[in-house]
């Protein structure tokens, strides 16, 4: 796997932020960052709350992404608001290995996420009914 010198040195030397490795966009780098910092010990870093975990062992999470942006509240007030995101934890049925994506809050027909197997189904381009009905995945 090809990493730039910077990515590298920061992965290697364990100098990233669990926020910074999950937003690697490169899957297999994003691998294999993780399995240099921990699959535990990352998520651990993380401030994060789970929000769903599916039969097929799909966990959805929102997590703080440590940045602030400024929201509208009431009429003209303003706060800064944590700025969050969701990931989805899951494991690849063929290698077994874990990975992490960060998935948007909406899918692709508007709705909004809030499942893991829904988060699942929007990565593989399906609706959570066809994600549901599939009996194999690789």
Not at 9 to 30: A, F, M, Y
């Amino acid at each position: 796997m090809y990493f730039g010198k910077q990515l590298f040195d920061n992965v290697v030397g364990r100098k990233l932020e669990g926020k910074h490795i999950i937003s690697i966009p490169n899957i297999e780098q994003r691998r294999v960052a993780t399995d240099i910092y921990g699959i535990e010990k990352l998520m651990e870093s993380l401030d994060k709350k789970l929000i769903n975990k599916s039969p097929r062992g799909n966990e959805l999470y929102c997590v703080n992404l440590g940045s602030t942006t400024n929201v509208q509240f009431l009429d003209d007030w303003y706060r800064n608001e944590p700025t969050k995101g969701l990931v989805l934890k899951y494991s690849c049925p063929s290698t077994g290995r874990i990975y992490f994506s960060g998935i948007p809050n909406v899918d692709d027909n508007d709705n909004m996420i809030t499942r893991a197997d829904q988060a699942m189904a929007w990565k593989f381009g399906l609706s959570e009914d066809e994600y549901s009905k599939l009996t194999i995945e690789a």
